[in-house]
Structure formats: C-alpha cells, structure tokens
Nanobody, 120 residues
Framework: QVQLVESGGGLVQPGGSLRLSCAAS????????MGWYRQTPGNERALVAT???????NYADSVKGRFTISRDNAKNTVYLQMNSLKPEDTAVYYC??????????????WGQGTQVTVSS
C-alpha cells in the first residue's frame, strides 16, 4: 500500500507565500515523476508543476516565475514553494506521484488534496 500525505495549505493574503509538501511512503521501488495539480469548483484538475527523477521541471504558464517545485529523493517528498500568490491561485492542490513498485508495475497515485485560499 502507498500513502501520500500532503501538508502546507491554508489561508494567505495576496502577495504572500505558502509551501506545500507531499511525502510518499509504502511499497515504492522507484519514483518517476512527482507533481502538483489544482482544481476549482466546476473545473477539471489542471497541471501546476511537475518534476522528473532527473529534476527536469515543467510549469503551467500561469505560475511560471512565482512557483518553484522541488523534490527530496531520499525522503520521497515533493515540495511546491508558492510566492506572490494571487486570488486566482485559490484551489484545492493535489499531489501526484508516478512510481514503480518492487514487482515492476507502474502506478499513478494522488494525494487527498489541500486547500489553498488567497484572500484579503
């Protein structure tokens, strides 16, 4: 079994910062890609940022220059540093991890989601 534990969401004023964390544990042999997605009511889940095992990153245009994704492979943890937050960043943020287990099977897991609210 695999668990993804997210933390770091909350309420912040426009222009403020938050740091999200997502720690993966369980039957994981090797993690490929880790990422963050977000969803607002009535909309589909959308990419925020991803990072590969080789630390290549990809960002949504709307967050480039403001958000930074990073990972600690020793801890199976991915982070999202969010700066200069805007009200339109308000959403539920979901962690995503693509990994291979000891039997060589690929899995795609999602975290439970953490609410980020940007408001004055």
């Amino acid at each position: 079994q695999v668990q993804l534990v997210e933390s770091g969401g909350g309420l912040v004023q426009p222009g403020g910062s938050l740091r999200l964390s997502c720690a993966a544990s369980g039957s994981i042999f090797s993690i490929y890609t880790m990422g963050w997605y977000r969803q607002t009511p009535g909309n589909e889940r959308a990419l925020v940022a991803t990072i590969t095992s080789g630390s290549s990153t990809n960002y949504a245009d709307s967050v480039k220059g403001r958000f930074t994704i990073s990972r600690d492979n020793a801890k199976n943890t991915v982070y999202l540093q969010m700066n200069s937050l805007k009200p339109e960043d308000t959403a539920v943020y979901y962690c995503n991890v693509v990994f291979v287990n000891a039997l060589g099977f690929r899995h795609d897991y999602w975290g439970q989601g953490t609410q980020v609210t940007v408001s004055s």
